[in-house]
C-alpha cells in the first residue's frame, strides 16, 4: 500500500487531469449519441493527432501544449464543419457512417506516415498519442480545472440549447434562426475543444471511451435528460478514480484499465438501476 | 378575419438544386392565414406538400412568387412530425415540450406543464416519449410548439402515423386551439380528419393549382 501513495505522488497530475476531462467528455458523449454523432469520437482524434504530429514536424516544441492543442482544435473543427448534419435525409444517414470511417482510416495513416517520416516526431509524441502516458504538469492542470469549471458553468447555462440541439436540431434552428444556427456551430465549436484536449491529454483511445461508454451502458437506463447528463458524468468520474487505483495497485498501464473500470462502475450502476425497478 | 394576414403566400414555388438545374416538385401555390384559420395544404404522396412547407420555413430554396409574414418568427410555432425525435431518447414528455423554448429551460416549468395540459397530456409530464402512443407523441410536439405562445402553428402531417380515431382527435384539437385564435398551415395526404380548415390542393409540377 505505501507503493500505493509513493506512485500517486508521481502521477496526481494526470490523473486529476483524467477525472477533470471526463466531467466534460463523458456528457459531450451523451449529447452525440442523442445525435447520432458518436462516431466523431472515432472518426475525429486520429484528426486531432495528425494535427499535433503535422505541427510538432512543422518546429512546434512538443513540450509545449497551447500550440499543438490548437492545432488539434483547428483541424477538428474543420473536419467535423466538413460533414453533414445528424439525421440526414435518407441515404445520405449511412453515407454519413461510411464517411467518418474514411476519416478515421485517413487520420491514423496520416499520423503513421508522418511519424514514420521524422524518427524525431516518433520519439515524441508516440506514446502520448496511444495513450500510454497522459502528458499533463501541474501547472497545465490548474489551468485545465478552471477551463473545465468554465465549460461546465456555460453548459449548464445552456442547457436547454443544448438538450434541444441533442433531440431536434432542425426544430431549434427553425425556431430560433440565426441564433439556432450559432447554437449549432457553438456545439461544434466546444466538441472540437473538448476531443482535441482528450487527444492531446489523455489520448485518443481513453477519449473515446469516456464520450461512449458511460453513455452506452447508462442511456437506456436515464429516466430523463438531466439524469442521463449527471449518470454518465458520475460514471465517467468514478471510472476514471476506480481505474487509476486499480492501475497503480496492479501496476498496469492506465488507459486501458480506465476503460475497464467505466465498464465495470457503468454496468453497476445499470444493474442497481434494473435491481430497483 | 381581421387585420393583416398572419402569413401571405402568392405565386411561391420552392425546389432543389440538383446537378441538371433545378428540381421544383409543386406547381405555384397561392394562399392566406389569417388569426383562427386553418388552412391544410392536401395532396397526393409526392404532391409537393412537404417541400412548400419546408419552403415556407426557408429550408428550401425560394424558386417563384412572394411570401409575406404578418408576424415575427418567434411568433411562429413549427410541429414536424412525431417521428423526428427518436423514440430511444431518455427525454421524458416535459423534456421534449421544455426545449421548445430552450433559453428558458430553468424558468419554463410551468410553461410546459400548462402546454401539455392543453393538449390533454396532463399526468404524461414524467412518461419518456418513446413509450407514449403515436397521437400522444404529436400532441407532445404540438405542446412543444405552442411554449412560446406562437400565433401561427405550421404542422406537417400530424396524422401520418395515427389510426383514424386519433386523426379525429387531433383535428378537433387544433380546431379547438383555432377557436382561441390561433392561425395554422397544415399540410396532410387525408381531408376528412378536420372539419373546418381551408383547402389548398397543392398537385405535382405540370398540373393545375386551385385553392
Redesign the interface.
Given at each position: 500500500m505505501s507503493d500505493f501513495w509513493l506512485v500517486l505522488q508521481f502521477s496526481w497530475v494526470p490523473f486529476a487531469g483524467a477525472a477533470c476531462y471526463a466531467l466534460t467528455a463523458a456528457p459531450l458523449g451523451a449529447a452525440l449519441s442523442l445525435r447520432d454523432e458518436i462516431l466523431l469520437g472515432l472518426a475525429l482524434p486520429p484528426v486531432g493527432a495528425a494535427a499535433i504530429v503535422l505541427a510538432v514536424m512543422l518546429g512546434v516544441d512538443p513540450d509545449s501544449s497551447a500550440p499543438l492543442y490548437f492545432s488539434a482544435v483547428a483541424a477538428i473543427l474543420a473536419v467535423s464543419l466538413m460533414l453533414p448534419g445528424p439525421r440526414a435525409q435518407g441515404g445520405s444517414v449511412r453515407w454519413r457512417a461510411v464517411l467518418l470511417a474514411g476519416v478515421f482510416c485517413a487520420g491514423e495513416a496520416a499520423t503513421l506516415l508522418m511519424g514514420a517520416a521524422s524518427p524525431r516526431v516518433e520519439a515524441h509524441v508516440h506514446d502520448m498519442l496511444r495513450g500510454e502516458i497522459l502528458a499533463m504538469d501541474a501547472r497545465e492542470l490548474w489551468g485545465f480545472v478552471i477551463l473545465t469549471a468554465a465549460a461546465i458553468a456555460v453548459a449548464f447555462r445552456n442547457r436547454g440549447l443544448l438538450y434541444a440541439l441533442a433531440l431536434d436540431q432542425e426544430g431549434l434552428v427553425i425556431k430560433l434562426k440565426k441564433r439556432g444556427e450559432r447554437g449549432v456551430l457553438g456545439f461544434r465549436v466546444a466538441s472540437a475543444l473538448v476531443i482535441a484536449a482528450g487527444v492531446i491529454w489523455v489520448g485518443p483511445l481513453l477519449t473515446l471511451g469516456l464520450l461512449a461508454v458511460p453513455t452506452l451502458l447508462w442511456e437506456r437506463r436515464a429516466r430523463r435528460l438531466n439524469n442521463l447528463m449527471t449518470g454518465v458524468t458520475a460514471i465517467g468520474f468514478l471510472g476514471v478514480v476506480l481505474g487509476f487505483c486499480v492501475a497503480i495497485l496492479l501496476d498496469m498501464p492506465p488507459v486501458p484499465v480506465v476503460i475497464a473500470a467505466l465498464f465495470a462502475v457503468g454496468g453497476a450502476a445499470a444493474v442497481a438501476c434494473c435491481r430497483r425497478g | 378575419m381581421t387585420g393583416r394576414p398572419l402569413l401571405e403566400v402568392r405565386d411561391a414555388a420552392w425546389g432543389y438544386r440538383l446537378a441538371g438545374g433545378w428540381f421544383t416538385p409543386a406547381v405555384p401555390v397561392s394562399f392566406t392565414v389569417s388569426s383562427g384559420e386553418i388552412v391544410l395544404l392536401s395532396g397526393d404522396n409526392g404532391s409537393g406538400k412537404t417541400t412548400i412547407l419546408r419552403g415556407i420555413?426557408?429550408?428550401v430554396d425560394q424558386r417563384a412568387g412572394e411570401v409575406a409574414w404578418g408576424i415575427e418568427?418567434s411568433g411562429m410555432?413549427?410541429v414536424?412530425q412525431e417521428s423526428?425525435?427518436?423514440r430511444?431518447?431518455?427525454?421524458?414528455a416535459?423534456?421534449?415540450v421544455?426545449?421548445?423554448?430552450?433559453?428558458?429551460?430553468?424558468r419554463?416549468l410551468d410553461g410546459a406543464r400548462s402546454a401539455l395540459s392543453m393538449v390533454g397530456l396532463e399526468g404524461k409530464e414524467?412518461v419518456?416519449y418513446g413509450s407514449l402512443s403515436g397521437g400522444q407523441r404529436q400532441r407532445v410536439l404540438m405542446a412543444?410548439a405552442l411554449v412560446?405562445d406562437p400565433r401561427l402553428l405550421i404542422l406537417d402531417e400530424p396524422t401520418v402515423n395515427v389510426d383514424a380515431g386519433t386523426a379525429g382527435q387531433v383535428g378537433r384539437l387544433l380546431q379547438d386551439l383555432a377557436a382561441t385564435g390561433l392561425g395554422m398551415v397544415i399540410t396532410s395526404h387525408v381531408r376528412d380528419w378536420i372539419r373546418a380548415a381551408r383547402e389548398v390542393r397543392v398537385t405535382a409540377a405540370g398540373e393545375a393549382v386551385h385553392e
Open positions: - | 420555413l426557408g429550408l418568427s410555432g413549427y414536424p423526428v425525435i427518436d430511444s431518447a431518455p427525454a421524458t416535459l423534456d421534449v421544455r426545449s421548445g423554448h430552450p433559453h428558458r429551460w430553468g419554463g414524467d419518456l412543444r412560446g
